[in-house]
């Protein structure tokens, strides 16, 4: 993220559909990484954490953060719509 | 998908059935845009374009990612995928980079000039739902005459020469209308019937669950539906979709009704397809680009494609989920790997078990054979 020659897009789209989505990170070792492992679409933060709990067993952390409070910044390279 | 009709027909062989069999296949919700309100499936998001649909670009970038990665067909739907008015672009684009395009639609909107557009911009087929004869379908479909605006739709199909199948999704209320639905579609001309197992993904969609005995009898009535076709000279294809316990049933229908001989021409050909594909050849992108395991599995997603391309999520086994689908014989519960048809199976769909009991890994609520049928000798197995 130093490189000065990338340009960062700024991504704001929404994602929860029906409900809110939540982004979930695990760690699944205590001297692992905290990794991201994808999101689920629950209306509450407790709702989100039973869906985490039931699809990752055994983590050491599960971290939810709700998708609206994510700044995404991704080099505009990878960035679909910006080839074009 | 069980192909019903090739494996009871007379040329069941692995071969011919692998041919058949389509490739990977991803299914793209163009849409949240809906025109009629399904009553069991809610991935729609109300009349207008849903907040934060993919952009043409983004499309297009999706489809060269997708064609670049090697998927053979992508599967449009929606909410309804007909109300996105850049549809025929889209499928212009995915057929030029070499994708076979499927239509999923609800049929109601399909006029000639639309589908000979379709036509044009290369779509290779068109999959109406038809749920049931004409006042069961319009009360699925929440609208008087839908029934009747999705034949017009399958009319205007056929006169542009796009092949149509049918897709019959089976609930407890409408099993009883298979035969003449099928009937009265053979008579239109329609040729290929898809019966879809309901899956289910919010809590209430699970009162139209059906029961074990009545999914038992909804699937004999596919395979006995097919056989009388067959015998009266209509040459209909007849599909399975959504719950792999079937293979071992059609196995079981074939055994019974064509000899031994036949059934194990069967069995070499399901396992040759091989069962559940979850995570594997089957996965699912929504309308604002988040991707999920397979089209009903909608709560969780494994990452979006504004974030990464399809391709890099779809390879990325540090996501535990994906990671241990792929390794699924260690995992799923131990009545499957015990199971004599587990190879044409794989333990069911992992997510139908997840929205029932809160568990991955536990028994597909949706299994309906029993012990004795999956060859189970220790009853302690089968309590998992
Ligand atoms: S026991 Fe498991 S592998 Fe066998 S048919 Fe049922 S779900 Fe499939």
Redesign the pocket.
Known sequence: MTDDANTFEEGDQPRGRASREWEVFVRADIDGPLTHVGSVTAEERDGAREQAGALFEDPVAIWLCPDEAVFRYTDDAHTPGESA | MIPVSTLLGDDADAATVGSRQRGATVVWHVTGATNLECSYRRIGAGPGPADGELTTAEGQDLIDDLAAYGVDVLRLAGGEPLLRDDLDDLIDYATDAGLETVLETNGTLLTEDRAAALESAGLTEVAVAVDGLDERHDEIWGQEGAFDDALDGIAAVQAADVPVTVRFTITDENAGDMEEVVDLLALEGVARFEFAHLEYDEEDVMDFEVDHEAQRRAVRRVCDLTLDAHERGHEVETLLTGN??DA?YVYQYAREELGEDRAAAVRDALEAIGGDAAGEAIADIDYQGNVHLTPDWQRYSLGNVRDRPFSAIWEDESNPVLRKLRDREEH?PD??PN?D??SM????SRHRALAATGDLWAR?PQ?Y?TDEE?GLDDPSVSAD
Request: aromatic content about 18%.
């Open positions: 792999y316990a071992g799923v009545r499957c199971c048809y587990y199976c794989r333990g069911g597909d299994c054979l999956i």
